[in-house]
């Protein structure tokens, strides 16, 4: 049996990445300071009862695809690297042109309902046959569910967030 290993502090993490889906040349925005992820792959089932069976007849329909956890914030992977100042003082995100993750950050990628692609590496199931064979789960869909917080017992900003998938998740053993 290979459990997949993937503990606080080892080389062998668990990464996030992001990109602006309608960019192919977009490198990217790995999201730091993980926690508490789920991936959710959830088939929802159409149940039906018949006169002629004892039992209720079901069948598999569509699935729910999600990634969803918490990440301290971090301003840079948050806001974006560059976007656009107004009069204001207000970022306006859709004036960024070179329309990157990096460039929207989370929170810009979530308010312009801008479609991303999503890659999670799970971390390596056997540390001697590293970069082998390494579990990723890929997809597409939309950041949401963001709601950042602090507190006295945690004095750094710390946000949920959920990609809500529009595609079939997919495992890459790369």
Do not use: H
Not at 81 to 101: E, F, H, K, L, R
Request: charged fraction near 15%.
């Amino acid at each position: 049996m290979a459990y997949i290993y993937a503990g606080p502090g080892s080389a062998n993490k668990v990464t996030l990445t992001i990109k602006v889906a309608s960019n192919g040349a977009d490198t990217g925005l790995q999201i730091p300071a993980l926690q508490d992820v789920t991936i959710e792959a959830a088939n929802d089932v159409f149940s039906f009862s018949s006169l002629e069976s004892n039992s209720v007849t079901q069948v598999a329909t569509v699935a729910s695809n999600s990634i969803s956890g918490n990440i301290v914030v971090d301003a840079d992977k948050f806001f974006g690297t560059n976007a656009v100042v107004d009069g204001n003082g207000d970022i306006n995100y859709q004036d960024v042109t070179v329309d990157t993750a990096a460039e929207y950050g989370v929170f810009g990628l979530s308010s312009e309902k801008v479609r991303v692609t999503f890659q999670l590496y799970m971390g390596e199931d056997n540390v001697a046959s590293a970069g082998v064979n390494e579990p990723t789960i890929k997809g597409a869909g939309y950041i949401t569910g963001l709601s950042p917080n602090i507190s006295a017992d945690s004095p750094v900003w710390v946000t949920s967030f959920s990609i809500v998938g529009d595609t079939d998740l997919k495992v890459s053993r790369a």
